[in-house]
């Protein structure tokens, strides 16, 4: 497989993961999520969680498996974001490494191919999920209010690189006119 397939998200947000509903979900088959943590979720320099992701993630519960994969290593932090999450979690992945999402994905009992994993990063949460074939799902980094100046240069790189590899990163849209349709 090349590299740009292998770096081509299934789904592009072109948003915070807070706009990844229940109907999108339902309309690509997916029963499971393998969330990333780290400005997927929260902003790196922050451990807790906002009231808007809480109420997101409650209205998910009822339809997907949902599970945190972060490369972090940080006990403590990750644990306190699970926590008041409610979510089961594995920190340490070294994705684009695929044995932690492989754990997380056979705990749900689910097939691959219907469990999405979601990230901010082409390079390691795309490269891994994309590995195992599950469905991909890239999401506009969360960030730090404090620190919107602050560019990530490393995932800038990354888009660049893999846009020169081939892979498209136009965002999805949904259809107004016809809901159902992509």
Do not use: C
């Amino acid at each position: 497989m090349s590299w740009g397939k292998l770096l081509q998200p299934d789904l592009i947000l072109g948003s915070s993961i807070l706009d990844l509903t229940p109907e999108i979900l339902q309309q690509h088959g997916l029963k499971g999520l393998v969330l990333d943590v780290d400005e997927t979720l929260v902003p790196f320099s922050m451990a807790e969680t906002s009231p808007e992701l809480q109420v997101w993630l409650q209205s998910l519960h009822p339809i997907v498996h949902v599970w945190l994969v972060s490369n972090n290593i940080s006990q403590n932090r990750i644990s306190r974001i699970a926590t008041s999450l409610n979510l089961p979690y594995i920190l340490g992945a070294r994705k684009p490494s695929r044995r932690k999402l492989r754990q997380a994905v056979e705990s749900m009992g689910l097939p691959f191919e219907q469990v999405a994993m979601v990230g901010d990063r082409l390079f390691t949460d795309v490269l891994a999920g994309n590995r195992l074939g599950m469905f991909t799902i890239l999401v506009e980094p969360m960030v730090n209010p404090a620190k919107l100046r602050h560019r990530h240069w490393l995932r800038d790189a990354e888009v660049w690189l893999s846009q020169i590899l081939g892979v498209s990163l136009i965002p999805w849209q949904q259809n107004i006119t016809d809901p159902d349709k992509p």
